[in-house]
């Protein structure tokens, strides 16, 4: 495979990564994590990469936003889900 050909696989991995989601990238992340914010040409999916899609398919809250806001609404969302007949809305600001 040539030098070319190898980059553009990558950089196509990498953006149909980030077009599963509006994601924000984290710097503590392991280089090798596609929500990395860091260059690494051994991109793979991680056992992280993939429990934080799920649970953004599942939940739909965690679109645009920081680890803090999203750790703070699961939190409240998971207390909200025990309750009957409850309801959440989340709003963001992007």
Do not use: P, W
């Amino acid at each position: 495979m040539l030098v070319n050909e190898k980059l553009r696989l990558e950089k196509l991995k990498t953006f149909f990564f980030q077009s599963l989601g509006y994601f924000n990238l984290i710097d503590d992340f392991s280089c090798d994590s596609y929500f990395s914010n860091c260059y690494s040409k051994n991109k793979k999916v991680t056992k992280l990469d993939i429990k934080l899609l799920k649970y953004h398919y599942s939940y739909g809250i965690c679109k645009g936003t920081n680890l803090s806001t999203f750790e703070n609404q699961h939190k409240k969302a998971k207390e909200n889900m025990k309750k009957k007949h409850s309801k959440i809305s989340f709003f963001h600001k992007y």
